[in-house]
């Protein structure tokens, strides 16, 4: 399991972030909260959700460890992805997630 990413920032989209790491490009899906996060740094440190499936492998990477829980709460409801769930962060401002949407008690356990 990955925690994080730390590195430099060697490639920055609205939506993939790719974090140089000793000479490994980690690519990463992020929301639009993120990239606004990142913009004009060199370096970045990103929390990680880790989807593996039988088709597929894909990170995403967050600013902060509560958008990664909001991310996580998202992803348990029927129906939603990790893409949707990307969405409805990006739609998301930081000042939506009032400590009463993630409780610091809330345990996101990773499937």
């Known amino acids: 399991m990955i925690e994080y990413v730390k590195g430099q920032i060697a490639?920055?989209?609205?939506?993939?972030?790719?974090?140089?790491c000793h000479g490994v490009g980690y690519g990463l899906n992020i929301s639009l909260?993120?990239?606004?996060?990142?913009q004009g740094k060199q370096e970045a440190?990103?929390?990680?959700y880790e989807a593996i499936r039988e088709d597929a492998y894909v990170l995403y990477g967050f600013s902060t460890r509560q958008e990664r829980a909001?991310?996580?709460?998202l992803i348990s409801v029927s129906g939603i992805g990790g893409n949707t769930a990307r969405m409805i962060l990006s739609a998301l401002t930081r000042?939506?997630?009032s400590?009463?949407?993630?409780?610091?008690?809330?345990?996101?356990?990773?499937?």
Do not use: G, H, M
């Open 95 to 97: 000042q939506n997630w």
């Open 33 to 38: 909260n993120t990239f606004s996060a990142l």
């Open 70 to 73: 909001l991310f996580l709460l």
């Open 99 to 111: 400590t009463s949407s993630v409780p610091a008690t809330t345990s996101c356990s990773r499937p």
């Open 11 to 20: 490639e920055l989209t609205p939506a993939i972030a790719v974090i140089d």
């Open 45 to 48: 440190k990103l929390y990680v």
